[in-house]
C-alpha cells in the first residue's frame, strides 16, 4: 500500500514569508508526527497528534510554529515569517498504534526540505 | 531527560564483509524501545531493527543483528555481509514506554560507506 507522502519535496523561501508543509499518513494510522532534521543532527521532535486528542505541541521551538490535522488525517505544518534557522528538512511519521508492540512502529514520508534565504 | 549517543559520524566497510555500528544511550528507566533507522538519500528514515527493552534475547532481521546489552545502555547494530546498498545514514533512537507523546529520541547519526 501507499507509504506516507509529504509535499512539496523542496521549498526555498524568502525571510520573513509563511510557508506550509503537508503530510499523507499512511491509510487507517491513527499517530502521526512531524521532526525536524537539521543538517548532520538526528531528528527532533516537533508534534504529536493522535486521533481527535488535542496534540501534543511540548517540541514546537516556538509560537511560529503551528500544526494542524483534518479528519484525522492529512496534517499541515506551518511556520509563520521564517528564519533562516528554520532551514532543515522537516519529516513527518505515522503510525497505526500508540499501544506498544510492533503496531506503534513509526514510518516516515520522505520529508520536505526547506531552505530560507 | 533520555539522550542517545553515536560517536562514530562516519564507518566504511568493504562490501560483503561486516561491520559493527555503535550507540549508547542514558536513560533511568527500565523499560523501553530501541530502535536502528536507516536513512539513504532518498531522505526517507526506514526502520531496520526494533528490540524491546524487558527481552534479554538480541533482535535480529536477516543480515541485521544488534548486540543490546542492557545494563551497559549499549545498543548496536552488526550489518553482516554488507552490499553497496547498505550505504546510508543511520541513526539510532530510543523511545520511552511512559513519555505520552511517544517520540522518539534519536541519536546524531552514523554514514556508512560500502566500498565495492
Known amino acids: 500500500g501507499a507509504g506516507v507522502s509529504q509535499s512539496p519535496s523542496n521549498k526555498v523561501t524568502e525571510k520573513g514569508k509563511d510557508v506550509e508543509l503537508r503530510c499523507d499518513p499512511i491509510?487507517?494510522?491513527?499517530?502521526l508526527y512531524w521532526y525536524r532534521q537539521s543538517l548532520g543532527q538526528g531528528l527532533e521532535f516537533l508534534i504529536y497528534?493522535?486521533?481527535?486528542?488535542?496534540?501534543?505541541k511540548s517540541g514546537l521551538p516556538s509560537d511560529r510554529f503551528s500544526a494542524e490535522r483534518t479528519g484525522g488525517s492529512v496534517s499541515t505544518l506551518t511556520i509563520q515569517r521564517t528564519q533562516q534557522e528554520d532551514s532543515a528538512v522537516y519529516l513527518c511519521?505515522?503510525?497505526?498504534?500508540?499501544?506498544?508492540?510492533?503496531?506503534?512502529?513509526?514510518?516516515f514520508g520522505p520529508g520536505t526540505r526547506l531552505t530560507v534565504l | 531527560a533520555q539522550t542517545v549517543t553515536q560517536s562514530q559520524p562516519e564507518m566504511s566497510v568493504q562490501e560483503a564483509e561486516t561491520v559493527t555500528l555503535s550507540c549508547t544511550y542514558d536513560?533511568?528507566?527500565?523499560?523501553?524501545?530501541l530502535f536502528w533507522y536507516k536513512q539513504p538519500p532518498s531522505r526517507q528514515m526506514i526502520l531496520v531493527i526494533r528490540?524491546?527493552?524487558?527481552k534479554q534475547q538480541n533482535a535480529t532481521e536477516n543480515r541485521f543483528s544488534v548486540n543490546f546489552q542492557k545494563a551497559a545502555k549499549s545498543f548496536s547494530l552488526k550489518i553482516s555481509d554488507s552490499q553497496l546498498g547498505d550505504a546510508a545514514m543511520y541513526f539510532c533512537a530510543y523511545r520511552s514506554v511512559w513519555d505520552s507523546n511517544y517520540q522518539l529520541i534519536w541519536g546524531a547519526g552514523t554514514k556508512l560507506i560500502i566500498k565495492p
Open positions: 511519521a505515522s503510525s497505526l498504534a500508540v499501544s506498544g508492540g510492533p503496531a506503534d512502529t513509526q514510518y
Open positions: 528490540q524491546e527493552a524487558y
Open positions: 491509510s487507517g494510522h491513527t499517530a
Open positions: 497528534f493522535q486521533g481527535n486528542s488535542a496534540p501534543d
Open positions: 536513560t533511568s528507566e527500565s523499560d523501553y524501545y
